[in-house]
């Protein structure tokens, strides 16, 4: 229903109540009543007495300032009376958009949310403010369950619904993932897919798809039941590779460039490089132009086929010349990539001195772990331009983190400030992190990481960033409790190492040394982690070793 739809209807009750529809003696007793049992005695046994106290909360909330205390009370007010109302809703998550606002309402709205777990559009609302606050636990995923189970047939539900459902049946999936519950997550995507009434099947495949891919990753290798049978990971995996050759199949039907543009938006979202290349190339036959051109090439990096970029790359000067930056550019990080260091270098060489130049060189150092020539070249470079490259300050923040250099964090952060990306989640957690890590700017450092969660309450980089100043700031208590929701939201087994590490110093911290141990043995027997120093980690169990000998 359209705003202006439900503000007609709402005035039509009201003048209804003046006129027809309100029975003999109501009025008179409606004089005498509080508001909410007046519109029920003058709409007996109907929603319109809700409907009118929405209104009039709805009208009320113009009296005060947007944002205001009072105004968000009288919009969940409406919402409680018509949980369909779509532009209180839109008001209220405008005035909810800081974090301390989310995390004062969004209990209430929650409450408001459980009472009408059979309106998608408000559950859904509600989990998204709870996920700004920060906080997403209990109250939460007992919502999702309600609003599920509040759904007879999904696929009957109209298009803009159905696709609420799946949002909250891809919540509970990352319920399932957390409690590391596969057997139930099965369930849930099997019930999905073999629904084949329901429209979006490509979305549901890439939610089964994501979900085999990461329980394969945390399942046991070992062959099971004396080994007649495969592992777990095994048979997640060939799940996994089951759902990406049913999309490929699938394939012959896409026949429109949006078709074909969607699918390999979906390749790119599940890791599937190679066949996002395939839908690229295909693409570009249909219509061959700069920028489809371009995207072939994107995709052959994704996939880390360098040899077929050099070639795109020349066909990308060859045809359009005016592009023939981007093809330097492309050949001189697909050679980099593939460890063709030399190669790049004397590529570069043959380039005229100048910005472009010294940005691809700077690349070039960053590629090769050489963060001091690195460290020396940018700040060269910035001094003559201050640097406005995001991705640039990207490198800088990692040579700051290896080189231990608070000064060259300052830097970048000052850099990102001016260009408005600071408080970015991904550079707001960068930036928070690696103070942390350099115990610096705690205060500051903390408040970037809380911006991120804010984003993304459920990402374990952010929680362990989170946890990790917690930890610097002796906030033990609190450390512990986001480092231990790090792990639980884990997505790849390739990234716990680091927050294994972590989880053992602050529990070595709470004087837990036998917890620390058994982290930090975890930690260790994780699968590489580039970001995690496994001497450090040794030399904390050889001590704690010792110390229980």
């Given at each position: 229903?359209?705003?202006?739809a439900w503000l007609?209807?709402?005035t039509?009750i009201?003048?209804c109540?003046?006129?027809?529809?309100?029975?003999?003696?109501?009025?008179i007793?409606a004089?005498?009543l509080?508001?909410?049992?007046?519109?029920?005695?003058?709409?007996?046994?109907?929603?319109?007495?809700?409907?009118?106290?929405?209104?009039?909360?709805?009208l009320q909330?113009?009296?005060?300032?947007?944002?205001?205390?009072?105004r968000?009370?009288?919009?969940?007010?409406?919402l409680d009376?018509?949980?369909?109302?779509?532009?209180?809703?839109?008001?209220?998550?405008?005035?909810?958009?800081g974090?301390?606002?989310?995390?004062?309402?969004?209990?209430?709205l929650?409450?408001?949310?459980?009472?009408?777990?059979?309106?998608?559009?408000l559950?859904?609302f509600?989990?998204?403010?709870?996920?700004?606050?920060?906080?997403?636990?209990?109250?939460?995923?007992?919502?999702?369950n309600?609003?599920?189970?509040?759904?007879g047939?999904?696929?009957?539900l109209?298009?803009?619904?159905?696709?609420?459902?799946?949002?909250?049946a891809?919540e509970?999936?990352?319920?399932?993932?957390?409690?590391?519950?596969f057997?139930?997550?099965e369930?849930?995507?099997?019930?999905?897919?073999e629904?084949e009434?329901f429209?979006?099947?490509d979305?549901?495949?890439?939610?089964?798809?994501?979900f085999?891919?990461?329980?394969?990753?945390?399942?046991p290798?070992e062959?099971?039941?004396l080994g007649?049978?495969p592992s777990?990971?095994?048979?997640?995996?060939?799940?996994?590779?089951?759902?990406?050759a049913?999309?490929?199949?699938?394939?012959?039907?896409l026949?429109?460039v949006p078709?074909?543009?969607?699918?390999l938006?979906?390749?790119?979202?599940?890791?599937?490089?190679?066949?996002?290349?395939?839908?690229a190339?295909?693409i570009?036959?249909?219509?061959?132009?700069?920028s489809?051109l371009?995207q072939?090439v994107d995709?052959?990096?994704?996939?880390?086929r360098y040899?077929?970029?050099l070639?795109?790359?020349e066909e990308?000067?060859?045809?359009?010349?005016?592009l023939?930056r981007?093809?330097?550019?492309?050949v001189?990080r697909?050679?980099?990539?593939?460890?063709?260091?030399?190669?790049?270098?004397?590529?570069?060489?043959?380039?005229?001195?100048?910005?472009?130049?010294?940005?691809?060189?700077?690349?070039?150092?960053?590629?090769?772990?050489?963060?001091?020539?690195?460290?020396?070249?940018?700040?060269a470079?910035?001094?003559?331009t201050?640097?406005?490259?995001?991705?640039?300050l990207?490198?800088v923040?990692?040579a700051?983190?290896k080189?231990?250099?608070?000064?060259l964090l300052?830097l970048?952060?000052?850099?990102?400030k001016?260009?408005?990306?600071?408080?970015?989640?991904?550079f707001?957690?960068s930036?928070?992190?690696?103070?942390?890590e350099?115990?610096?700017?705690?205060?500051?450092?903390?408040?970037?990481?809380?911006?991120?969660v804010?984003?993304?309450?459920?990402?374990?980089a952010?929680l362990?960033?989170?946890?990790w100043v917690q930890?610097r700031?002796?906030?033990?208590?609190?450390?512990?409790?986001n480092?231990?929701l790090?792990?639980?939201?884990?997505?790849?087994?390739e990234?716990?190492?680091?927050?294994?590490?972590?989880a053992g110093?602050?529990?070595?911290a709470?004087?837990?040394?036998?917890?620390a141990?058994?982290y930090?043995?975890?930690?260790?027997?994780s699968?590489?982690d580039?970001?995690?120093?496994p001497?450090?980690?040794?030399?904390?169990?050889?001590?704690?070793?010792?110390?229980?000998?």
């Amino acid at each position: 229903m359209t705003e202006k739809a439900w503000l007609l209807m709402l005035t039509g009750i009201c003048c209804c109540s003046t006129i027809c529809a309100v029975p003999p003696g109501a009025a008179i007793a409606a004089d005498h009543l509080p508001a909410e049992e007046a519109a029920t005695a003058a709409f007996p046994g109907s929603e319109r007495g809700h409907k009118l106290l929405a209104l009039e909360s709805y009208l009320q909330s113009f009296r005060y300032p947007p944002n205001s205390e009072k105004r968000i009370e009288l919009l969940l007010n409406v919402l409680d009376q018509d949980p369909s109302a779509r532009m209180p809703r839109l008001m209220l998550g405008k005035a909810l958009l800081g974090r301390k606002q989310a995390e004062t309402y969004a209990p209430r709205l929650l409450l408001i949310a459980s009472k009408h777990a059979g309106s998608l559009e408000l559950v859904n609302f509600a989990l998204q403010v709870a996920r700004r606050s920060g906080k997403f636990e209990n109250a939460e995923y007992k919502l999702v369950n309600q609003a599920l189970r509040s759904v007879g047939d999904p696929a009957s539900l109209p298009d803009s619904e159905r696709y609420l459902y799946l949002r909250l049946a891809d919540e509970k999936l990352a319920e399932y993932k957390r409690e590391r519950n596969f057997e139930a997550a099965e369930q849930l995507l099997d019930g999905l897919l073999e629904n084949e009434r329901f429209p979006e099947q490509d979305l549901i495949r890439e939610s089964a798809g994501r979900f085999y891919r990461y329980a394969a990753g945390f399942s046991p290798s070992e062959r099971r039941f004396l080994g007649l049978l495969p592992s777990l990971r095994s048979v997640y995996q060939d799940k996994f590779d089951r759902i990406a050759a049913e999309l490929a199949e699938s394939e012959v039907k896409l026949q429109t460039v949006p078709e074909l543009r969607r699918r390999l938006a979906l390749y790119q979202r599940m890791g599937l490089f190679d066949d996002a290349m395939r839908i690229a190339c295909r693409i570009y036959v249909m219509q061959p132009n700069e920028s489809n051109l371009a995207q072939e090439v994107d995709c052959a990096m994704s996939a880390g086929r360098y040899d077929a970029a050099l070639v795109l790359a020349e066909e990308l000067r060859k045809k359009y010349p005016a592009l023939s930056r981007i093809a330097d550019m492309i050949v001189c990080r697909a050679l980099a990539d593939s460890g063709r260091i030399e190669e790049a270098v004397k590529f570069l060489d043959q380039l005229p001195p100048g910005k472009f130049r010294t940005e691809q060189e700077l690349y070039l150092y960053f590629q090769g772990r050489d963060y001091k020539k690195f460290r020396k070249a940018f700040l060269a470079y910035d001094h003559k331009t201050p640097c406005k490259s995001p991705e640039l300050l990207t490198f800088v923040l990692v040579a700051a983190e290896k080189l231990r250099d608070p000064s060259l964090l300052r830097l970048a952060a000052e850099r990102l400030k001016k260009i408005d990306r600071l408080e970015d989640p991904l550079f707001a957690n960068s930036v928070g992190y690696i103070s942390a890590e350099l115990n610096i700017d705690l205060p500051e450092a903390e408040r970037l990481i809380r911006l991120a969660v804010a984003v993304d309450s459920r990402n374990s980089a952010f929680l362990d960033s989170l946890a990790w100043v917690q930890f610097r700031r002796g906030n033990l208590k609190e450390a512990r409790k986001n480092i231990e929701l790090a792990l639980s939201c884990l997505e790849s087994p390739e990234d716990a190492g680091t927050i294994l590490f972590h989880a053992g110093e602050i529990a070595l911290a709470q004087g837990e040394p036998a917890a620390a141990l058994d982290y930090f043995r975890r930690a260790l027997a994780s699968p590489e982690d580039i970001e995690l120093d496994p001497e450090a980690v040794r030399a904390r169990i050889d001590e704690l070793e010792k110390t229980q000998q």
